[in-house]
């Protein structure tokens, strides 16, 4: 209750009020003290005038004598003495020389304490100043027991004329005057506490309700606008404060929409990104960087996070040196390989406030450098093992061999396969190298796929027959035309149905399946193989990848006959995909848009 009440007296509109208040009671009790001071000096200058003028009227000689002044005193038949003896004023009339009282109308006087009342005289500065100069001239009040009076002095010839003017002549008028200056102050007073609080409430009125708003939009509520009652500086407060409320809900609202941007780009965006104060507190981490280190809550700091993936960098390095270049990492997760990005974010002024780390998946990266590796590794190899054939059955024949008939044409056959053997590879190389760079020039027509299938299985026949394959042909509804090169087409059928043979053991089954689903045709080449690992299924797109090296190369595979059907399908805009199961067989499907 006593804070509330400080509260309360400590407000504006309280304080104007108590200011309003003050300074009307200054200016009441300075209006008393000035009417308090100047009224009885307003009393003695018409008493003093009163005085002058009766004595200028007064039937009197000008050097009269005790008698004559006794006798005009004694007698009053001068009108004009009524003024100057009365009531409340009194005459004492003193001889100069001798100081003796020749008359006095002042009750207070006798003639038991003349010396008394002589003395009191004699210390009045008017009658001092009436003997030095003729008259009076001092207007404070003389004091003399309980009694309070002015008095004045006048000299007439051999005498000293001294009057008394009794303070309560006046004094009660002065009562009143005061009573009535009070009553007047005590209105003044209540008057001024009515009308300062409904003018501090005209000023403190929209000051608080600016307040209020104010209060509302902080607590995020921006439609706050105040009505405009006066066109003075309230009015224009209160317009600036709708502007100011307007603006700041404009540049929230923007602020807003940015920080939802950035919210949305951090949140989808599939780069990690991870950020630090300089505190190394975390401040954000997105969902990317979870999933690329595989954890469901970032509860790490900057130094656990750099020693737990050691990445050799400390939150003091951006505290303590000057300057701070960028640094990069590599990091492994399980099968990941992950790079981080180090960099600083700064204020205004360029100081640091903390640090990002942005994680980037290089995994598809890396494979592809492993895969780049292992293929000029697979390339050289296979180079190498023809290369070296030709090479030693050339020596030996350069050393005598052609003599021998028999050897000489053993070895010129192997020379011959072998060189076969080299110009497939480079042949399928130079083809991987025009589909990879699109400088592969295609025929594209309307081919009937129907009967492009069967012509490849007439073609491989004579061959099934040989191993006693039996191969079948089975053709599911109507089968669209296709838009396609025939001769690449041709060339990928040709090549899963002789790797279907190749991988199907003697007296084995081939079976073709041609039909249409939806908007696509496909094929489907099954056999009863020896089938691919499960391990090796997502890879046997790879170039020169084979499951078994040494018996792919002996059937004179280069290992890139699935990799340029792959690239084939891929530039008709189909798919191709592979079902084993090992031991029992493969299963490869093709499916290709028909025409529109």
Not at 184 to 207: C, R
Not at 232 to 242: P, Q, R, V, W, Y
Request: glycine share 4%; hydrophobic share 40%.
């Amino acid at each position: 209750m006593f804070l509330r009440s400080m509260q309360f007296i400590r407000s504006l509109q309280w304080r104007l009020v108590l200011i309003f208040v003050l300074f009307t009671m200054a200016l009441m009790l300075a209006t008393i003290a000035i009417l308090n001071y100047y009224i009885p000096i307003f009393y003695y200058e018409t008493f003093k005038n009163g005085v002058e003028n009766a004595f200028n009227r007064w039937n009197i000689s000008e050097n009269p004598t005790r008698e004559e002044i006794y006798s005009s005193l004694k007698n009053r038949n001068d009108a004009t003495l009524v003024f100057m003896v009365s009531e409340f004023k009194t005459l004492t009339v003193i001889r100069k020389n001798t100081n003796n009282i020749v008359f006095s109308s002042d009750s207070s006087y006798s003639t038991d304490n003349e010396d008394q009342f002589l003395n009191e005289i004699l210390k009045s500065s008017n009658y001092l100043s009436a003997l030095a100069r003729g008259m009076g001239s001092d207007d404070s009040i003389v004091r003399s027991g309980d009694q309070r009076y002015f008095d004045y002095a006048r000299e007439i010839g051999d005498f000293i004329l001294y009057f008394r003017a009794d303070r309560s002549e006046w004094q009660d008028a002065l009562g009143e005057i005061n009573e009535i200056i009070w009553l007047i102050f005590l209105i003044a007073v209540a008057l001024s506490l009515v009308l300062g609080f409904l003018l501090s409430k005209t000023i403190t009125g929209p000051i608080v309700d600016v307040m209020n708003k104010a209060r509302k939009i902080a607590s995020g509520d921006f439609g706050q606008v105040l009505e405009v009652k006066s066109e003075d500086e309230i009015g224009k407060l209160t317009k600036s404060f709708n502007f100011m409320s307007r603006e700041l809900k404009k540049t929230l609202n923007e602020i807003s929409s940015e920080k939802n941007k950035i919210e949305t780009i951090l949140n989808y965006m599939t780069d990690g990104v991870v950020a630090f104060n300089l505190k190394g507190e975390l401040i954000h981490a997105n969902p990317a960087s979870k999933r690329m280190l595989e954890i469901e809550e970032f509860g790490l700091d900057f130094n656990e996070f750099s020693r737990m993936y050691d990445l050799g960098v400390a939150i003091e390095e951006i505290l303590y040196l000057e300057v701070f270049s960028t640094k990069e990492a590599n990091i492994s997760v399980k099968d990941k390989f992950i790079k981080v990005y180090f960099a600083l974010f700064t204020d205004e002024t360029k100081n640091a406030e903390g640090i990002i780390a942005v994680l980037h998946d290089i995994t598809e990266q890396h494979k592809l450098d492993n895969m780049r590796r292992e293929f000029v590794a697979n390339v050289s190899h296979e180079l190498r093992t023809p290369l070296t054939s030709i090479k030693s059955y050339s020596e030996t024949l350069l050393d005598g061999a052609l003599d021998d008939r028999e050897a000489s044409e053993r070895f010129l056959n192997v020379i011959n396969t072998e060189a076969d053997r080299m110009t497939r590879l480079v042949k399928d190389l130079l083809q991987l190298t025009r589909l990879d760079n699109q400088q592969m020039q295609w025929n594209m027509e309307r081919v009937c796929f129907e009967t492009l299938v069967k012509k490849c299985i007439e073609k491989v026949e004579l061959s099934a027959s040989e191993k006693e394959q039996k191969l079948e042909c089975f053709v599911i509804g109507e089968i669209p035309e296709i838009q396609a090169d025939r001769d690449r087409m041709e060339q990928v059928i040709l090549n899963i149905l002789t790797n279907a043979m190749k991988y199907t053991p003697e007296k084995g089954r081939i079976t073709v399946y041609i039909g249409k689903i939806y908007s696509e045709v496909y094929v489907k080449v099954s056999d009863s193989g020896i089938g691919i690992p499960q391990e090796d299924l997502s890879r046997i797109f790879e170039r020169f990848y084979r499951t078994d090296k040494a018996r792919s190369r002996e059937m004179g595979g280069t290992g890139l006959g699935l990799a340029i059907a792959k690239e084939i399908i891929e530039a008709h805009k189909g798919s191709i995909s592979v079902t084993s199961e090992l031991g029992k067989g493969t299963e490869v499907t093709v499916k290709l848009p028909v025409c529109n």
